[in-house]
Nanobody
């Protein structure tokens, strides 16, 4: 499985940005998997932002992004998107997408980063005026 994240850049506070993660080696429509977005802000530890578990039908959002970020899938392009709205400086980070072959790693109330097998290279999001 290979993942390629894209869409990062400089954005003003309050604005929106969409990140994409193109997936190969795994069918978003047919396979059982978990896919997640993580981020690492400068000087901080990695944070799980949101995830989707196809078999369980779970979509989890961390408290820090709930109500502002949403997840979508484009099965025809085998790509997932992270829609980020009302961005603040605290959202500045390198964002990564990752998949878990087991289908685990995405639960109702948490993400298990250690359960993700494949990671893409990150894309930098900078929120600044």
């Amino acid at each position: 499985v290979q993942l390629q994240a894209s869409g990062g850049g400089l954005v003003q506070p309050g604005k929106s940005l969409i990140l994409s993660c193109a997936v190969s080696g795994l069918s978003l429509d047919l396979d059982f998997y978990a896919i997640g977005w993580f981020r690492r802000a400068p000087g901080k530890s990695r944070e799980g932002v949101l995830c989707f578990a196809r078999k369980a039908g779970i979509t989890y959002y961390s408290d820090s992004v709930k109500g502002r970020f949403t997840f979508s899938r484009d099965n025809s392009q085998n790509t997932v998107h992270l829609h980020m709205n009302s961005l603040t400086a605290e959202d500045t980070a390198v964002y990564y997408c990752a998949t878990a072959d087991s289908g685990y790693g995405c639960y109702m109330n948490r993400m298990g980063a250690a359960e993700y097998d494949h990671w893409g290279r990150g894309t930098l999001v900078t929120v600044s005026s």
